[in-house]
Structure formats: C-alpha cells, structure tokens
C-alpha cells in the first residue's frame, strides 16, 4: 500500500467516525423542526385570520351620572390675629403707683388696670372746688341786684363768667385726673406685664397686651382674577396642627374685604370671623385657607380620568347597549379629582371611567364595575 493510499483510507476512517458522533444531534435538531412546523401550521388554521378593536370586548368601569354638590375653591395662606387688639399706654406722662391686674388674666371693659401719681392733681382740684360755693353766692347775689336794677347787666355777666371759668377749670383738672388712670377699653385677654410700679410711665411706655380671643380674624389675600368672587359670607375652611400633630379643620365666614387691589402684589386683602369662644385657638399664628368661591347644589360631573382631550374638544365615552359611544362636553369648574360637565351628559347616562384610551365608536365594552 502507497503512502498516499494509507491516507485516504485514513480519512475515510474519520469522516465515518465523525458521523457515528454527530447523528444522534442532528437528527434531534431535524425533528424538532419538523415538530416546530406543524404546531405553526395547527395554530394558524385555528387563529381567525383577521382581529380588529371592535370585535374584542373591553371591561371597564363605569358610574351613573348623577347630580350633587360641587364647590369651586381656591387654596391660599393667611394669619390668625384677635379680632380687638391694643398696647395699653397712660395718656399722660407720671410715676406708676399702682396696678391692678394679673397677668394673662380675662378683664372687662372699663376695668381699672393701672394708675400714675394724680396728687398734685387731685390738689389743684380741690383748690377750685372749694372756690364754687363763692362764685354761686356771687353770681345769686347780682343776679338779685340786676333785677331791682341796682347793678348793670355787664356786671352780671363779669361774675357769671367767671363761675363759668372756674367750673371749666374743674372739668379740665377732671380730665387730667382722668389721664393719670388706666381702663380696659374692651373684654379681653391681658398680656405679659411690661412696667413695674414706681417706673416712669409716658404715652409710649407700652403697659401690657390686650387682646379680645373670644373670636378670631383669619387674614389672607386672593389673586385679582377671584375678586368678584369673594364677598361678605363667603365660606371658607382654615387648617391648622394640633398639639399632637393631627391637622384639623375649622370653617369661618368672609365678613370684609379690601376696597381695592393691591398694586404692588395684584391680590385683594380679606378678612373672615371665626367664633373662638372655647378659646380653642391661640391668635398669632400662620394658617392655610381654603376658599369656597361658588357653590353649585345639582352640578354633574365626571372623574378627571374619564375625559380624552381630543382636537380641541373634550371627551368621555357613555356605554350604550354593550357599546363605547363618545360624547362632548364643556367643562365647568374643577376640583382635585372632578370636573363639572355643563353641557353633554345627562342624569341616568352610564359614564365609562376606565380604558377610555383604548376606546373608540362603537368598542365593544363589558361593565365590571358599577358605581
């Protein structure tokens, strides 16, 4: 055997070695195929050739429409301050003899709280009162003498004007007197005291606080666009933190508000009353205010989610006899999580509220959940 024979035998040799190994894999792989084929051809003969959106029923949720309140509302901040406020002050300038109120204490109106050093006062006052008996006896006396004609009538006159005088000397020592006291000007909550007795007091030595909490004024401002729409009684909703952290609700009253707008911020000042009688709240502090611009007690509206912008337009589907019908609307007011719909929807009307994107005329849609 030639050298060139022992090498083509050789590589007969490992090519039927080489298919001994590898066709036990091939002929898996070939049925596999074969297999792969068939279970494409059984599918396709049981597919429907062709599938379109109206033919696939679509389950969506849905509610009836109905009326019911609807309030449009403008969300803003403002501050809680007394209703009557006032730094208490003498008219007059003296030593503090003598006060007589407890700090933080309720008083009255027209309490005594305080008073300065009157004896030089009250001195002058008694120098002037004993001198009327003298100036009646006088005027009496000429009064007489004019009507026999002994005396003139200027001479009447000269002693009745000086009675006059003295008596308007007395009544202006009084008002002095009067200056050196201090009075609580109305009901109320007196603050921290802020002089001691025997200090110097003037007009604007501040006293203490005075504060009248039995109700409350809630201070805010509402952008110009609104201004028409807050009056006297408008309702609004005020939040505020407990002492334990928990935000709590109190409704109060639109009472005043500002004549004009404010040209430097655009905004209108406003005012509402809250009743705090329970003394529940403590003035001072920083609030957010909820206002209550219109009320509407038969509005019909609908889920924000419900409504397809499309084209300008706005859009919700009704279900109608197990079919997607579309429907446009005209927006009123909104909230948080609705909007009214003024026009195209109607009491009793089944407003579909989910899948509204995948819808389209005519889709067919199956209720799973009615509202």
């Known amino acids: 055997m030639t050298r060139v024979q022992k090498?083509?035998?050789?590589?007969?040799?490992?090519?039927?070695?080489?298919?001994?190994?590898?066709y036990p894999t091939a002929k898996k792989i070939i049925i596999a195929k074969k297999a792969n084929k068939t279970s494409q051809k059984e599918l396709q003969v049981a597919a429907p050739k062709h599938t379109t959106m109206n033919s696939r029923t679509l389950e969506v949720s849905a509610e009836i429409i109905k009326t019911h309140e609807m309030s449009d509302q403008t969300i803003t901040t403002g501050n809680i301050i007394p209703a009557e406020e006032v730094d208490l002050s003498f008219e007059t300038s003296g030593k503090v003899v003598a006060i007589y109120f407890q700090e933080g204490a309720k008083v009255q109106k027209g309490e005594l709280l305080a008073?300065?050093?009157?004896?030089?006062?009250?001195?002058?006052?008694?120098k002037l009162e004993t001198q009327v008996p003298l100036a009646k006896d006088r005027v009496y006396r000429q009064?007489?003498?004019?009507?026999?004609?002994a005396v003139s009538q200027e001479a009447y006159e000269s002693v009745m004007t000086e009675y006059d005088k003295l008596m308007a000397d007395i009544e202006l020592v009084k008002s002095n007197i009067a200056q050196t006291e201090?009075?609580?000007?109305?009901?109320?909550?007196i603050g921290l005291r802020q002089v001691s007795e025997g200090a110097y007091a003037t007009p604007s030595t501040m006293i203490a606080k005075l504060s009248h909490v039995d109700a409350l004024k809630i201070d805010f401002s509402i952008p110009e666009a609104y201004a028409n729409e807050v009056k006297?009684?408008?309702?609004i909703v005020f939040r505020l933190?407990?002492?334990?952290?928990?935000?709590?609700?109190?409704?109060a009253k639109?009472?005043?508000?500002?004549?004009?707008?404010?040209t430097d911020t655009r905004t209108l000042s406003v005012r509402a009353l809250f009743n705090n009688q329970e003394h529940r709240l403590i003035p001072g502090r920083y609030t957010s205010v909820t206002i209550q611009r219109r009320e509407i007690a038969d509005a019909i509206s609908v889920p924000s989610q419900a409504i397809v912008p499309e084209m300008g337009r706005n859009i919700v589907y009704v279900y109608r006899n197990g079919k997607a019908q579309p429907v446009e609307i005209n927006?009123?007011?909104?909230?948080?999580?609705?909007?009214?719909?003024?026009?195209?929807?109607?009491?009793?009307?089944t407003l579909i509220t989910s899948g509204v994107m995948q819808l389209r005329t005519g889709s067919s849609v199956s209720i799973s959940q009615l509202n």
């Open 331 to 349: 927006t009123g007011i909104r909230t948080e999580a609705r909007v009214q719909a003024i026009e195209g929807l109607h009491v009793g009307d």
């Open 232 to 235: 006297e009684g408008t309702k």
């Open 115 to 126: 008073k300065i050093n009157d004896k030089p006062l009250q001195a002058q006052l008694k």
């Open 143 to 149: 009064k007489k003498l004019l009507e026999k004609n």
């Open 182 to 189: 201090l009075y609580a000007p109305f009901d109320g909550v």
């Open 254 to 262: 639109v009472y005043a508000v500002e004549s004009a707008i404010d």
């Open 7 to 22: 090498i083509s035998t050789f590589a007969i040799l490992l090519l039927v070695i080489i298919a001994i190994i590898i």
């Open 241 to 251: 933190a407990d002492n334990l952290g928990i935000t709590r609700e109190y409704n």
